[in-house]
């Protein structure tokens, strides 16, 4: 009985690991707005890299960033590289921890003008 309790506690702690690695991809706001943009669609390193502003070693960072998180695909199509999200409900979790923030944030307004 001791070893299934250990062996659970185990295994809840692998799971805690994995969602705190996840929620890494969240710590850059470069890759959220990487995230956002392929919202739109499939887009290559060159067109993200002249939306965004960003360098190129920089948006290629974040894109394996990303790919290694498999939140992103990359299709190569002739020398192109083609991004897609992989789960779309990544913007599910966007959206809900933009609903959390900018609820405190309101809430942080509403006790200033108390």
Same mark, same amino acid.
């Given at each position: 009985? =001791?070893?299934?309790?250990?062996?659970?506690?185990?295994?809840?702690? /692998?799971?805690?690991?994995?969602?705190? /690695?996840?929620? *890494?991809?969240?710590?850059?706001?470069? =890759? &959220?707005?990487?995230?956002?943009?392929?919202?739109?669609?499939?887009?290559?390193?060159?067109? &993200? *890299?002249? =939306? *965004?502003?960003?360098?190129?070693?920089?948006?290629?960072?974040?894109?394996?960033?990303?790919?290694?998180?498999?939140?992103?695909?990359?299709? =190569?199509?002739?020398?192109?590289?083609?991004? *897609?999200?992989? /789960?779309?409900? +990544?913007?599910?979790?966007? /959206?809900?921890?933009?609903? &959390?923030?900018?609820?405190?944030?309101?809430? +942080?307004?509403?006790?200033?003008?108390?």
């Amino acid at each position: 009985m =001791r070893g299934l309790r250990a062996l659970k506690r185990s295994r809840e702690t /692998d799971q805690f690991e994995l969602i705190s /690695d996840f929620f *890494t991809i969240f710590t850059n706001p470069k =890759r &959220i707005q990487i995230l956002q943009l392929l919202k739109e669609g499939e887009l290559t390193v060159s067109e &993200i *890299t002249e =939306r *965004t502003g960003l360098s190129q070693p920089t948006v290629s960072q974040h894109l394996k960033i990303l790919r290694d998180k498999h939140i992103v695909t990359v299709k =190569r199509w002739g020398n192109k590289c083609y991004y *897609t999200v992989e /789960d779309g409900r +990544i913007y599910q979790v966007c /959206d809900l921890i933009k609903g &959390i923030i900018f609820k405190r944030i309101e809430e +942080i307004r509403k006790g200033i003008a108390r």
